[in-house]
């Protein structure tokens, strides 16, 4: 089935740390990509996306995505953590021939500790 | 600066009860779309629409939900006979035109409900 799959359910990581959160669809042809962030009690923000041109993506808060087309995936990724990213992060994609609506990843949460 | 609007934010209803929840988009968007979370999973597609029309609702399960989007007040999902399997999250989601090139989704934060 066509899916959008997400690594990791919990990832616990300590301020100043890298992360690397991963995301994977399963979808042909063209497709526009998105990492959403829900921080806690808020709606999703939208921290980047991926439409066409320069794969490599940067988005708010300092973090970037990186689309690779022949792994089907588009992680996300941010060089320096901080307490304040604690939060759950949402890939999505929208295949182009797949009508009007997102599909989306399982989510990751992420739990930064002081 | 308005975004999405959701409400209620959380929702208690007992099995066999209605429940409705409303959206109301951000300023000058006319597309609206509903998703549910269910615990531990992401976000499922239920229904897109537009003002007046409903515009696909292939996620939306065949018996007891419904969806409107009237000419004038807010987008409404409709959950007739609810049961515990209703508990879900519920986001609304607008956007000003169709989600082609690249355009993204502005999302209202949520009705939580509960059905005990």
């Known amino acids: 089935a066509q899916s959008v799959s997400q690594h990791n359910h919990h990832v616990i990581l300590s301020e100043a740390a890298s992360l690397e959160l991963g995301c994977n669809y399963s979808y042909g042809g063209t497709v526009n990509l998105f990492w959403y962030v829900q921080y806690p009690g808020q709606h999703l923000q939208l921290l980047l996306k991926y439409f066409s041109g320069d794969p490599l993506v940067k988005g708010i808060k300092g973090f970037e995505a990186e689309f690779i087309k022949s792994k089907f995936s588009f992680n996300l990724r941010k060089p320096s953590v901080q307490w304040s990213d604690t939060a759950e992060y949402f890939c999505?994609?929208?295949?182009?021939?797949?009508?009007?609506?997102?599909?989306f990843g399982p989510g990751t949460r992420l739990s930064v500790l002081p | 600066n308005a975004g999405v609007m959701q409400n209620p934010r959380h929702l208690v209803r007992r099995r066999g009860q209605e429940a409705r929840l409303r959206c109301s988009p951000m300023?000058?968007?006319?597309?609206v779309y509903w998703y549910r979370q269910l615990p531990e999973e992401g976000l499922k597609f239920m229904v897109y629409l537009q003002k007046e029309n409903i515009i696909d609702e292939s996620g939306m399960p065949k018996e007891r939900f419904s969806a409107e989007f009237p000419k004038e007040g807010p987008s409404i999902l409709r959950i007739q006979q609810v049961v515990r399997g209703d508990s879900a999250a519920y986001f609304c989601a607008s956007s000003p035109l169709p989600l082609d090139q690249g355009r993204e989704l502005f999302f209202g934060e949520g009705s939580r409900l509960t059905v005990l």
């Open positions: 999505a994609v929208k295949p182009d021939n797949y009508g009007q609506n997102f599909v």
């Open positions: 300023k000058g968007h006319s597309h």
